[in-house]
């Protein structure tokens, strides 16, 4: 594995398949907390429908330092946050609650 492939990947996760499983593999028994790796292999596990991929997932949670980052990579790409839009209602009501309180 060359490190045009690790940056090909992290680029592009999509492109991961069989053979890149078994590389990340072979290089996460050689580089545990290589933290960039193991969120690749997770991607790889669940772009394949490996069966492994609950087992890894458990293992990841305690070498990655940002669990956003995992969620993003995992799930990101089903969930969307939008900024939650508050109404003028409640917005003119709580600037009148806020008046009554310093008064």
Not at 10 to 17: A, G, T
Not at 24 to 31: A, Q
Not at 40 to 57: A, Q, R, V
Request: aromatic share 12%; glycine share 2%.
């Amino acid at each position: 594995m060359s490190s045009v492939n690790l940056q090909q990947w992290i680029q592009h996760p999509e492109k991961l398949d069989r053979d890149s499983l078994y590389e990340l593999r072979n290089l996460l028994v050689r580089y545990p907390y290589f933290q960039t790796l193991r969120l690749l292999y997770l991607k790889n596990l669940y772009i394949l429908h490996d069966i492994s991929f609950g087992t890894e997932l458990r293992k990841a949670v305690l070498y990655v330092t940002d669990r956003r980052k995992l969620f993003e990579l995992i799930e990101g790409e089903r969930f969307t946050l939008y900024p939650r839009k508050k109404e003028a209602s409640q917005v003119d009501e709580l600037a009148e609650e806020l008046l009554s309180i310093e008064r």
